[in-house]
Every structure is written in C-alpha cells, then in structure tokens.
C-alpha cells in the first residue's frame, strides 16, 4: 500500500530534549514536506526537500533541522525544543518531476513540549 | 506574499443537501490549487487538483471550479452524506515556486441526519 509513514504519532517531551521525528515513503517520491498545523493558522511549511541531499526552508523553519540522507527518508529534528513548538506535525510527499502530482500527506505527529 | 482564505469557518447542512465551499487566494499567479479533507486524528488526503489552465475538475459528487482572475476556487459537493463530515482545506502552489504550498486554515463540515 502507498503511503507516508510518520512516527511517533504522540510525543510528550520537556523543553531542551532533543528529539526526531521520523517520516518514510514508499512511492519512490522525489519531493518530501513538513508541515506544522496551529489553530487559526493553518498548515505551514517548515522544510521541503526536491531529492536526496536537497533541502530547502519553507516559512517556519527556526528552531528545526532536517536530512535527506536517502530518498524514501526525511525526518524531522528538534535539536532543543521549546513549548512554543507544541504542535500537530506532517509529513508529506509527491512527484517532484510532476508538480501536478497530488501531496500524499501521513498521519501527523502530536507533539507536546512542556 | 500569497494569502489563502475559506469561509465560513465552519457549516452544518442536513444530508442530502447540495453545499458550496470556498477558497479565495490574494496572488492569481498560482501554479495548482488543490483541494484536500482532514479528519479528526488523520492526514489530509487529496481530493482534487486543478492546474492554472483548467477550469474545473471533477470526481464522484465532488466538483472543484477555478477562476484565476478573480481569486476564487469552490467545491461543490453533491447530495451530502454524514461520512462527508470533516474539514476541508484548499491549497495554493505559485508559479515559480511550484514546491511551496500555502493552505487556507479551512472549513469545518458537518452533515446531519
């Protein structure tokens, strides 16, 4: 089945422990996404990456780093989290070579920093 | 910077009603809009996608409509049922910077028996 697998799905953590979120795709994607979704504000992208070892900012990305070490893989990485990074993550990916290809989004990440 | 707007909020409807969600987008030089659904505790699915050169698009009771020059997309869903309660969030990609999308923060639907 051709999905985006996000993990954990919840996380509680306190200020300053480093974590990761892990984010894997088996459709052989190009692009990969994240995405933070905030009452009132919407999803905004935090990065994006075109291929392996491409990345990119999107418009919120302090506070955030990431790697494309392998195309199937993009995960997410709070070196020293903050509660001001509370917030329901996503994943996401498509055909880079074809930017009308549809974004195949995974499950989302709570994450709650305290 | 591209700003993306639905109204209402929120909408309830009896099942069986036809309905009209709307997406308004501030920059008419976009590349796609798409339509997506969201529900409780899951990820967006893609429902629909309209490039900048079409008009409409259409799957199953779902019709999405793009006007450019007016900076408006609307999807149109046909015969309501309560499965189709969830939120609906529309997204722009622009012209340049295909990779970048910036999402509406959506209307909540809820169809009622």
């Known amino acids: 089945e051709a999905q985006v697998t996000q993990n954990p799905r919840y996380l509680i953590t306190v200020t300053g422990k480093k974590l990761t979120v892990t984010c894997s795709q088996n459709?052989?994607?190009?692009?990969m996404s994240w995405y933070r979704q905030d009452p009132g504000l919407g999803l905004r992208q935090i990065y994006y990456?075109?291929?392996?070892?491409?990345?990119d900012k999107g418009d919120v990305p302090e506070g955030y780093k990431v790697s494309r070490k392998e195309k199937r893989n993009f995960p997410l990485i709070l070196e020293s989290p903050s509660p001001n990074q509370t917030s329901l993550y996503f994943c996401?990916?498509?055909?880079?070579?074809?930017?009308?290809?549809?974004?195949?989004f995974g499950n989302g990440t709570r994450l709650t920093v305290t | 910077k591209q700003e993306v707007t639905q109204i209402p909020a929120a909408l309830s409807v009896p099942e069986g009603e036809n309905l009209v969600l709307n997406c308004s987008f501030t920059?008419?030089?976009?590349?796609?809009l798409q339509w997506f659904r969201q529900d409780p505790g899951k990820g967006l699915t893609s429902l629909l996608l309209?490039?900048?050169?079409?008009r409409e698009q259409t799957s199953g009771r779902l019709n999405a409509s793009l006007d450019k020059s007016s900076g408006r997309s609307t999807l149109y869903i046909a015969a309501s049922q309560p499965g189709d309660s969830a939120t609906y969030l529309c997204?722009?990609?622009?012209?340049?910077?295909?990779?970048?999308?910036?999402f509406g923060t959506g209307t909540r639907l809820q169809v009622t028996l």
């Open positions: 459709m052989n994607h190009e692009y």
């Open positions: 309209i490039q900048s050169s079409q």
């Open positions: 996401a990916s498509s055909f880079r070579r074809d930017w009308n290809s549809p974004l195949h």
């Open positions: 990456s075109m291929n392996v070892e491409v990345t």
């Open positions: 997204a722009v990609s622009q012209t340049g910077t295909a990779s970048k999308l910036t």
């Open positions: 920059d008419s030089a976009i590349y796609n």
